[in-house]
């Protein structure tokens, strides 16, 4: 299961899993640029399912980890990638602008978090949580604080249930990314080497290299960030 695939990181993860060989379903609020991310991967030979989510919304995300498990037995990897940027000083941040990040940030990936552990938790034989931070979450800058508290609270919830998941041989990672291009999903070679920003390919395969690390390896958290970022 890849969150907020249906564009930017997560479409590219969700493509590049499938590319491996993974059955992929296809999570977000788009239906229709979902729909369209899985018909990619079934042109290209792959298998994928679109499942309309908003991950803020919890009865919805256990529709989504149920509908996954009737369909394909089970869940082994999910990637909570589903999130919305805000920039902005906070004197000048409105009460519903910072509930709105944190309902999809940090809430939606709890809700996330909590009901993929519990199906592996359920499986008995492990599995692989990521979830995509942010440089933002490791450090904070003026006019990040929203955003960052968002991501400083997503990392909060990987550690803690990467402590608890060790008794289950379930691995919680994240990863945290800085200056993605994310409009070079659909961009030629070309384009995403003249950028100056991180290709969310190389975001990509590092979630790759998460989820297919050996059994007794876990990375808590990866920075992927610009050459030359100044922090």
């Not at 499938?18 to 059955?23: C, L």
């Not at 919304?57 to 394909?72: C, N, S």
């Not at 990987?158 to 608890?164: G, I």
């Amino acid at each position: 299961v890849v969150t907020g695939s249906s564009s930017g990181i997560g479409k590219a993860i969700a493509l590049v899993y499938a590319h491996e060989g993974a059955r992929v379903v296809i999570a977000a609020r788009r239906m229709a640029l979902c729909e369209q991310t899985a018909e990619t991967i079934r042109q290209r030979g792959g298998e994928a399912y679109a499942v309309q989510t908003d991950v803020s919304d919890e009865k919805q995300v256990e529709r989504l980890i149920g509908e996954t498990v009737r369909r394909y037995g089970r869940l082994d990897i999910l990637v909570n990638n589903a999130g919305i940027g805000v920039g902005g000083r906070l004197v000048d941040t409105t009460t519903e602008m910072f509930d709105e990040v944190m309902n999809t940030n940090l809430r939606g990936t709890f809700f996330c978090c909590r009901a993929g552990f519990r199906q592996m938790k359920a499986q008995g034989d492990g599995g692989v949580i990521l979830n995509m931070s942010s440089v933002a979450g490791v450090q904070a800058w003026a006019r990040t604080g929203t955003y960052s508290a968002s991501k400083f609270g997503m990392m909060a919830l990987t550690h803690a249930l990467a402590d608890e998941g060790k008794a289950h041989k379930i691995k919680v990672s994240a990863i945290c990314p800085g200056g993605v291009a994310d409009d070079l999903v659909d961009a030629s070679p070309e384009d995403i080497e003249r950028s100056g920003k991180i290709s969310p390919y190389d975001v990509a395969e590092t979630a790759v290299y998460l989820a297919t690390l050996g059994p007794n390896t876990i990375v808590r958290q990866m920075i992927v960030d610009r050459m030359g970022a100044d922090w």
